[in-house]
Nanobody
């Protein structure tokens, strides 16, 4: 059975840092790429970052480049999203998702490309 569980969300002041975790089971990180998405109230879900652990390729939304870092620990079946210099506009529910055929710069931010989703974790950045 496939399971995806996000954790690490919470409240943080602008300029601070937060690390989100995405722990998966039922498949390995070499089999599936993992993407992070976020959705703010009244907004569409948008892709933030993605990692193909099989070759360590990573992709980022322009607005988070240089601030967020995605990484994976295959031994723990966990993908991390390190969020630094956070801004109020980063406030959203953050979701982790798995994609069987990998993620690439052209498609990592397209939600329907992904096969499995977690329940999400809330991140709130105060100004």
């Amino acid at each position: 059975e496939v399971q995806i569980v996000e954790s690490g969300g919470g409240f943080v002041q602008a300029g601070g840092s937060l690390r989100l975790s995405c722990t998966v089971s039922g498949f390995t990180l070499d089999e599936y790429a993992i993407g992070w998405f976020r959705q703010a109230p009244g907004e569409e879900r948008e892709g933030v970052s993605c990692i193909r652990s099989s070759d360590a390729s990573t992709y980022y939304k322009d607005s988070v480049k240089g601030r967020f870092t995605i990484s994976s620990d295959k031994g723990k079946n966990t993908v991390y999203l390190e969020m630094n210099s956070v801004k109020p506009e980063d406030t959203a529910v953050y979701y982790c998702a798995a994609e069987r055929f990998g993620c690439y710069s052209s498609n990592f931010g397209i939600p329907w490309q992904y096969d499995y989703w977690g329940q999400g974790t809330q991140v709130t950045v105060s100004s």
